[in-house]
């Protein structure tokens, strides 16, 4: 394969990080429960970036809580998910035997195997199908720091909605509108609305044929100058970004090396790309050095021949946990072991760094150090589509190869003209003083936010400068009973639960943006503190942050 991702020497040093506590992930606990780095690394890293005012931000990178789950809710949990599916199977006998009507489509190829009939299928027939309504809510209007939802009812237990011709304004703290950028009105509607005029909407053609306007190539070079990178190559579809060009990266005979909570479009692409895949734990650094180790010192299985690649693949902002990539510990490790670094920055890009230029600005970091730069525009640019960014030889790679280039249609051109015009105010080149304000409206948001719920007695996951922040539901029912109740407050929360997070870490997942103000935060704060009491959500043992740490 004609890029620059190649094979690598042996190292010599295979030492592991010596954890002094004897944590299982390399990190230590403070006496307040918040996980970080050990003091070595923290130092180290402190050091090489001129120490003094960057020790605290250090401490401040490194401070995320994942408080462990209350033993008796842990069993509490797995008995409601043991009475559901016993009650689903009791269900389901019914309806073969007619005593409860069958809603669900059936399947009537006589000798043929069901096509669906699995226990997915059991599950939202017996379970999701009870708490559907919490999900799937229509909207109407643009989906920024409020949004209008139609209101649907249903006659039959959730099998079947009718609209009511009702409305209801919420405040939205769903929607990955993290700069604010989700907007009709404003420089970004303008300028979209004068490329229409322009060049038209639908391109109609692919990157290779027709499909290449100057609006495309404009695109790349905004984002390879925000990024600090050589080149990027841009796509029209996020979720593809990652799995149709993952393979043109990485094949049979090399292998990657996955962060467990990487999102299913990175797990689709390493499955496509025909590569070993191992996974190491999250965020565990000690885990991912054995694992390159073994990889650099056994080969591959049975041959032991050495692997052609290895790729690490990780996160900037992990979207279910709220947490940050170690990433100058990961950098450290693949220049150690020779391995190649895809980071998918789709939560971090314009969501962390005093510039909005993510996980790579928040520690510090060379844009150089990281082979590959993925991102989406769906979060904090308010558009559509995703970059892949790095040196030139990748991406004329990509150019090539790509299929996301050789049969996906091209950008829409006001799509894309809203993510240029984001992109240059954040930057500062357009409306100055615009994309500052707004950085910093977002992480005073998250940082508030977070602190707050702390306080309220809640166990919140994740880094206190993500604009993610998952609050622990647990219980199944509870799931359904938090998303009604803030819905009925006029707060739309999405709740997720199993499949989608382990069975015992159901949870809401809140997420913060530029456009919420401080009374709206505070009318949800007010809504989420009464519903935890009504609900007994408040389940944190911690020490609560020092008082005060909540101020705006």
Not at 396 to 416: E, G, K, Q
Request: charged fraction near 20%.
């Amino acid at each position: 394969m004609a890029s620059s991702l190649e094979a690598s020497s042996v190292p010599k040093n295979n030492s592991l990080y010596k954890s002094k506590n004897g944590h299982s992930n390399g990190n230590s606990i403070n006496k307040n429960g918040m996980i970080t780095h050990s003091a070595k690394n923290q130092l180290e890293s402190c050091e090489k970036l001129g120490g003094g005012e960057r020790v605290e931000h250090f401490e401040r990178c490194t401070q995320e809580s994942f408080e462990q789950t209350p033993l008796l809710t842990a069993l509490l949990t797995y008995l409601s998910y043991m009475v559901l599916v016993v009650f689903g199977h009791l269900r389901d006998f019914m309806r073969r035997h007619g005593i409860e009507q069958v809603h669900s489509a059936s399947e009537h190829l006589k000798g043929y195997v069901p096509l669906y009939s699995s226990f997915e299928s059991f599950y939202k027939r017996n379970l999701y199908l009870r708490i559907r309504d919490c999900w799937n809510r229509p909207i109407c209007g643009v989906p920024g720091a409020e949004v209008v939802c139609m209101e649907r009812t249903s006659d039959d237990y959730n099998w079947h909605f009718r609209m009511t011709g009702r409305k209801r304004t919420v405040i939205n703290t769903v929607s990955y509108n993290y700069l604010g950028f989700a907007e009709n009105i404003g420089p970004c509607a303008d300028a979209a609305e004068q490329t229409v005029l322009r060049d038209g909407v639908g391109v109609c053609s692919t990157r290779q044929e027709l499909g290449t306007m100057r609006i495309h190539q404009e695109l790349e070079e905004v984002m390879a100058r925000f990024l600090g990178t050589e080149d990027a190559i841009c796509f029209g579809m996020g979720f593809a970004t990652n799995s149709m060009n993952i393979p043109c990266l990485i094949s049979k005979g090399c292998l990657i090396v996955s962060d467990e909570l990487n999102h299913n479009s990175l797990a689709n692409g390493s499955r496509l790309s025909g590569a070993t895949v191992k996974v190491f734990r999250h965020n565990d650094m000690q885990q991912l050095e054995a694992v390159l180790r073994d990889a650099v010192v056994y080969g591959q299985p049975r041959t032991h021949r050495p692997w052609k690649k290895i790729l690490i693949i990780v996160e900037g902002i992990y979207s279910m946990e709220g947490s940050v990539v170690k990433l100058r510990e990961v950098i450290e490790l693949k220049k150690k072991y020779k391995a190649y670094l895809y980071m998918d920055e789709a939560h971090s890009i314009g969501a962390l760094g005093a510039t909005g230029r993510g996980a790579v600005e928040y520690w510090g970091c060379d844009p150089r150090d990281v082979d590959i730069m993925m991102g989406t525009f769906t979060k904090s640019f308010g558009s559509a589509g995703g970059y892949l960014a790095g040196s030139k030889r990748t991406i004329a790679h990509l150019r090539a190869t790509s299929h996301s280039t050789i049969y996906a249609t091209s950008f829409s051109p006001p799509v894309a003209q809203q993510i240029i015009t984001s992109t240059k105010i954040i930057m500062g080149e357009i409306c100055s003083g615009e994309g500052e304000r707004r950085l910093k409206q977002l992480a005073q948001n998250a940082k508030y936010f977070r602190r707050s719920l702390q306080e309220m007695g809640f166990i919140v996951y994740g880094n206190d400068d993500s604009p993610i922040v998952p609050l622990l539901i647990f219980m199944p029912a509870k799931i359904a009973a938090f998303s009604r109740e803030m819905y009925e407050r006029n707060i739309g929360v999405v709740v997720v639960g199993f499949p989608a997070t382990p069975i015992t870490l159901a949870r809401a997942r809140f997420c913060l943006s530029a456009a919420h103000t401080k009374p709206m935060l505070d009318k949800v704060l007010a809504a989420v503190d009464e519903v935890g009491d009504k609900l007994r959500l408040k389940f944190s043992r911690l020490k609560p942050p020092p008082r005060g740490s909540t101020l705006w």
